[in-house]
């Protein structure tokens, strides 16, 4: 049986098309999914993302605990609030999951994890924290008494639309920079997101989350599902767990260079792989050229030898078909490459794997 947020009903409410998502019953369009996106692109749109498991962490030793857990250096964390993005890797340097970490004191962190990679990561991080002996607590807080609801609202006017519905908020996040989050009353407030707009992820007591759903609505934020959110990390070239990245696919191989600090001393779960590996693939996009529509998997003949496809789709802000690859380390951007669509090769330009943000086309 497919697990339900506790936003379900209104979904259906909406007439929402409603499909398996890792597990859960999920809203992938409330009708126009094209209309969903440049809702996002041009005003403000809301997504239902209470499948996420956010996770807290208490204790004298959390810090030195995912100092050792996460590729990222959670000592770049000083300030109460500041946001961390970073990869939990296995052993073999492979991604069990990617995830957002919060930074709220020395001994309290937020951490938010995957919906479907949630039990896992909890018992990855449960079994490191025993093997470590770590005095660190790990609750997550997407079901029981204390569960949470999380609604991303993102756009150009995301933010003064929230103000609308929380004004008590607005003082605390006004100033509010990217990758930060506040606490305001019961709600937890960060200016994260997943569409390349500005905006907020709230996170609220799941027993909120319904009434505040239908005032961002009544509002004027559109209802968007996971379909426009698809096409919209895409072209904001943001990486989905489980398509562009898994346990057997290296952050240095999916573009995720970025998040790995490791030059320094610190030691972490995977690092002696990661440097005796070092990068073996190039992570960038693809616009086509020809007509068709790019799709994960299919495969992408360069002069260096063959990539492939992690993520595709027809981009709407762009009006072309774009990508996402792991590509050979000898591909330039700008090269002109060739893409196998059912036996037919169609040309296509190698290019940054960033497309639109902040409601513009960067290609």
């Known amino acids: 049986m ?40 041009r005003d403000a749109g809301m997504f239902d993302v209470s499948h996420m498991c956010p996770v807290d ?46 930074f709220l ?28 002996k770590m005095d660190v607590r790990i609750t997550q807080r997407r079901d029981g008494d204390n569960a949470l609801g999380m609604i991303a609202v993102q756009g150009p006017n995301a933010r003064a639309r929230v103000w609308q519905v929380l004004p008590q908020a607005k003082a605390a996040t006004a100033d509010l920079k990217p990758f930060f989050a506040a606490e305001v009353d019961q709600y937890f407030i960060a200016s994260t997101g997943y569409t390349g707009e500005d905006g907020f992820e709230i996170m609220i007591p799941a027993a909120e989350a319904q009434a505040i759903w239908q005032k961002l609505k009544d509002a004027g934020v559109a209802p968007c599902g996971l379909g426009a959110r698809d096409t919209l990390r895409l072209e904001a070239g943001m990486n989905l767990y489980g398509q562009d990245m ?4 290296s952050p240095l191989d999916a573009g995720l260079a970025w998040t790995v600090a490791l030059k320094d001393s610190r030691e972490f779960v995977g690092k002696s792989a990661l440097t005796a590996a070092g990068q073996q693939k190039q992570f960038l996009g693809l616009v086509l050229l ?3 529509v790019l799709r994960g998997h299919q495969t992408v003949i360069t002069n260096h030898g063959n990539g492939e496809i992690t993520s595709g789709s027809f981009s709407p802000t762009l009006q072309q078909s774009i990508a996402l690859t792991r590509l050979p380390l000898g591909v330039q951007i700008g090269d002109e490459v060739e893409v196998d669509i059912r036996g037919k090769l169609l040309k296509a330009k190698v290019t940054k794997p960033v497309f639109a943000r902040n409601g513009k086309a960067v290609q």
């Open 290 to 292: 020809d007509k068709g």
């Open 246 to 249: 898994d346990e057997t696919v």
């Open 57 to 102: 962490l208490t204790g004298p030793d959390c810090r030195p605990f995912l100092s050792r857990l996460v590729a990222n250096d959670v000592a770049k964390l000083t300030v109460s609030g500041k946001a961390l993005y970073s990869a939990m890797l296995n052993e073999a340097g492979g991604v069990i999951d990617d995830l957002i970490i919060y």
């Open 105 to 132: 004191t020395d001994t309290r962190f937020r951490v938010v994890v995957n919906a479907g990679t949630a039990e896992k990561d909890l018992l990855w991080m449960r079994a490191k924290g025993a093997e470590w």
């Open 2 to 41: 497919l697990r339900k947020t506790v936003l379900n009903e209104m979904h259906r409410g909406l007439g929402a098309r409603m499909v398996d998502f890792g597990g859960w019953e999920m809203p992938v369009n409330y009708g126009s999914q094209i209309e969903e996106h440049h809702a996002v692109r």
